[in-house]
Structures are given as structure tokens and as C-alpha cells.
């Protein structure tokens, strides 16, 4: 079984504290994603990675950064929290074959509020 | 424009019942690929079944199959014989081919609750 855990299943955090969201995968899954999920917006790709420190944005990269120093384990920092990060935050790895098919496992989230 | 389109943001369903939950996509692709993935309340996303575009045959996984219409650029799921523990978000989820970074595209999703 493919199992993709989440540091947290809660967070709350302060306006302009630094934040680390980490992800770990068990099952040597070259691609890992962050996603952040908001009512009526569904999932939106916040940043990827194919390989070890190798990253790419995704489509709303702004205000967060990663790090993939280990295949299993991607990270996701927020520099400096604001309240309009307060969100769902989801993390998937798959196996890296680039195929159409190829599905995405979901660990289970971290609901991060910012104060 | 969005690219996946689930246009109901709530359904319900009547346990043992069928229910159908929509999906539109938007592609100039040729080749992708749909997918659906069910979220419960305890937050993983649970990857439910796949649809290749040149796939002949609607996909089916047990009690879920896509009814998957090409020319309409639709890609419903079909549920039948609904069980409580079908409550969940489903979420529609597309892949490009053309796209090298093959991520995903998520619809808003639709909240869908069984009625005992």
C-alpha cells in the first residue's frame, strides 16, 4: 500500500511566523506535489518536483517555497504566513513515469489556520 | 476558462439508489486523461477511476463507472447502488498530454450525501 504521511493535521500559526510543512512517501515515488485546497476552488498545484532538489512551480507559487533534499521527503515553507494562506494543504506523490495514467496518491492534509 | 467543470456543488442521493455526478472539461489536446478521486471528511483524496481519451470502453471500477462522452467533452460518474459511506467531495481531475509537467487539473468538486 502506498503510504504518503503529513507532519500535521493541524496547524495554527501567527501572521509572519515561518512555516514547514513536511511530506514523507514510503514508496520510491519519483514525483511529489503540493496542493492547496479552498471551498469552490477545488485543488489548485502550489509547486512539484521530479527529483531530488529539483523543483518546479505550479500554479500558485507565490508567498510559498519547497525542498526535496530526500527522495521520500518534500517540504513545503511558508517564508512568512499570512491569513490568506489559512487553507487546506495537500501533498501527493506518484511513481514518475510521466504516463497518462499515472495516478497521484494523497496523504490526508494539513488544515493550517494563520491568526 | 476552466478547464473541468463540476457544475453541482451539492447532491444527494437516497441509499441503494443511483446518482450521477457531472464533469465538463475543456482541452485542445488530443490525448488525456480523466480522473475522479473521492475525498471523505477525513481528508485523503481516494483515487477512484481512470479514463484514457482514447479509450473505446467507459471505464468501470465495482460500483463506479465513467459515462464518458467525447464529441461533449463530458466524463460523468455513475455511482450505482449508493452506500452511506459514499458521503464524501468528489473531485474531477484532468491530465493533458501536451503538458510536459503531466499535472493534474481539479474541478471544485461536488459535496454528495447518501440519505438512510
Known amino acids: 500500500d502506498v503510504k504518503v504521511t503529513q507532519s500535521s493535521r493541524y496547524l495554527v500559526k501567527r501572521t509572519g511566523e515561518k512555516v514547514f510543512l513536511e511530506c514523507v512517501q514510503d514508496?520510491?515515488?519519483?514525483?511529489m506535489f503540493w496542493y492547496r485546497q479552498d471551498p469552490g476552488l477545488g485543488l489548485r498545484l502550489i509547486y512539484f518536483?521530479?527529483?531530488?532538489?529539483?523543483?518546479e512551480k505550479g500554479d500558485i507559487p507565490e508567498g510559498y517555497s519547497v525542498s526535496r533534499e530526500k527522495k521520500e521527503r518534500f517540504s513545503l515553507i511558508l517564508e512568512s504566513a499570512s491569513t490568506n494562506q489559512t487553507s487546506m494543504y495537500l501533498c501527493a506523490s506518484s511513481l514518475g513515469h510521466q504516463l497518462l495514467q499515472e495516478t497521484q496518491y494523497f496523504g490526508p492534509g494539513t488544515r493550517l489556520l494563520v491568526l | 476558462a476552466q478547464k473541468i467543470t463540476q457544475t453541482q456543488p451539492g447532491m444527494f442521493v437516497q441509499e441503494k439508489e443511483a446518482v450521477t455526478l457531472d464533469c465538463t472539461y475543456d482541452?485542445?489536446?488530443?490525448?488525456?486523461?480523466l480522473f475522479w478521486y473521492k475525498q471523505p471528511s477525513s481528508g485523503e483524496m481516494i483515487f477512484l477511476i481512470y479514463?484514457?481519451?482514447?479509450?473505446?470502453q467507459n471505464a468501470t471500477e465495482g460500483r463506479y463507472s465513467l459515462n464518458f462522452q467525447k464529441a461533449r467533452k463530458s466524463a460523468n460518474l455513475v455511482i450505482s447502488a449508493s452506500q452511506l459511506g459514499d458521503s464524501a467531495m468528489y473531485f474531477c481531475?484532468?491530465?493533458?498530454?501536451?503538458?510536459?509537467?503531466?499535472?493534474?487539473?481539479f474541478g471544485s468538486g461536488t459535496r454528495l450525501l447518501v440519505r438512510p
Open positions: 514508496m520510491d515515488h519519483e514525483n
Open positions: 481531475a484532468m491530465r493533458e498530454g501536451m503538458d510536459s509537467s503531466y499535472k493534474l487539473i
Open positions: 479514463q484514457g481519451s482514447y479509450d473505446e
Open positions: 518536483s521530479y527529483d531530488v532538489k529539483m523543483k
Open positions: 482541452t485542445s489536446d488530443q490525448s488525456y486523461g
